[in-house]
């Protein structure tokens, strides 16, 4: 079983990163501090999270997206994470869960649900026919090469907490 790495026991590289979360959050969660164990991972990663601000989908789209992917890849860790970060954008706490199942009334929401099931659970292929219908609720090219993206950015992180197993540290989401 995988320990949580205090700031002594890492990297200058990924002291660096835990002293800016800190600055920025006022902690580190548990799986940052968790890949910290590689500076490097740890380093391009947030990196890589924060060059996504600039992406097709807005904070409060990507944080439905990350609950999305999460729920899929079965990441208790993240999904009480960006539960807490959504409802900070503004999704209510139901909400949330419509998203995860797939049941949330915007049609959007659901074709963006079937794209993400479809990656995860075809290790990346979407059938035309469900491509189609993401271009005709008004997304383009850029916008789907960015949720390949985010799928990618949370699927990492979903994938170090099944690794590790390493505790939680925000409220557990509810399940569905």
């Not at 079983?1 to 548990?30: H, I, R």
């Not at 740890?42 to 409060?60: E, I, T």
């Not at 944080?63 to 992917?69: H, K, Q």
């Amino acid at each position: 079983m995988f320990k949580v790495p205090g700031y002594d026991e890492v990297s200058p590289a990924a002291q660096e990163v835990f002293s800016q979360l800190t600055k920025t959050s006022g902690k580190v969660p548990n799986l940052y501090a968790t890949i910290g164990y590689s500076g490097n991972a740890l380093s391009s990663y947030m990196a890589y999270v924060h060059a996504q601000v600039k992406n097709s989908f807005h904070g409060k789209e990507r944080e439905a997206i990350y609950l999305i992917v999460s729920q899929f890849n079965g990441c208790e860790y993240c999904l009480a994470s960006h539960t807490q970060s959504a409802m900070k954008f503004g999704w209510k706490e139901e909400e949330t869960l419509q998203l995860r199942a797939g049941t949330f009334p915007d049609a959007k929401w659901k074709i963006i649900y079937n794209v993400i099931q479809s990656v995860i659970e075809n290790r990346g292929a979407v059938q035309q026919a469900l491509q189609d219908l993401f271009f005709q609720s008004g997304y383009n090219e850029t916008a789907l090469i960015d949720l390949m993206v985010l799928i990618n950015v949370m699927s990492f992180t979903n994938y170090v907490f099944r690794l590790t197993a390493i505790p939680i540290d925000f409220p557990a989401a509810k399940s569905l």
